[in-house]
């Protein structure tokens, strides 16, 4: 990872998107849920900003009018239950706000499985440790594959979850093909 993305959180400035306040997110920990936490100090991303938001406006639509933040701007993290047989396989999907993942064709041929469906929030929540409406894809368990859209990579700063219904992140959205497990490719629809 270059000096840019390991430098002290305090002295990195804070990115301007929408009208959202954000300050370095390891400066605000009770804005994050604890994996999240725990992966910025691993990896020491002081390019990731947090904000904190009115929770019944967490979802995307709500969200991002009450914040002015585009949808192109806006990055969903969906969790993915893939399954052949009885073996099931979860992953985490991220695609900008203006499209959809393709759940049905890239998606469930990647995770090599027969059905391919949203995972049910309570497994979501359970496996991730972080709230319905706030799951990032920073700070998932181990293992996980995490497939981000070619054009989140691309999109410059985007928002995203912060694994709490309470705040988003806000990063540079080459930075999640940097995570563990990343994988780049398109599959939005």
Known sequence: ????ARRSATSYPAPM???LRTAPALDRPELLADPVTRV???LQLADVHVAEIDPADADTAAFCERYGVGLDQS???VVVAGRRGADTRLAA???LANARADVNGVIR????ARKASFAPMDVAVAETGMEHGGITPVGLPDGWPLLVDQAVVDAGLVVIGSGLRRSKLVLPGRL???????EVSAFAV
Do not use: E, W, Y
């Open 1 to 4: 990872m270059g000096d840019s």
């Open 17 to 19: 998107i929408g009208t």
């Open 40 to 42: 910025l100090k691993d």
């Open 75 to 77: 990055a969903n993290c």
């Open 93 to 95: 999907c991220v695609v």
């Open 109 to 112: 041929k990647r995770l090599d």
């Open 176 to 182: 999640l093909a940097q995570l563990p497990g990343a």
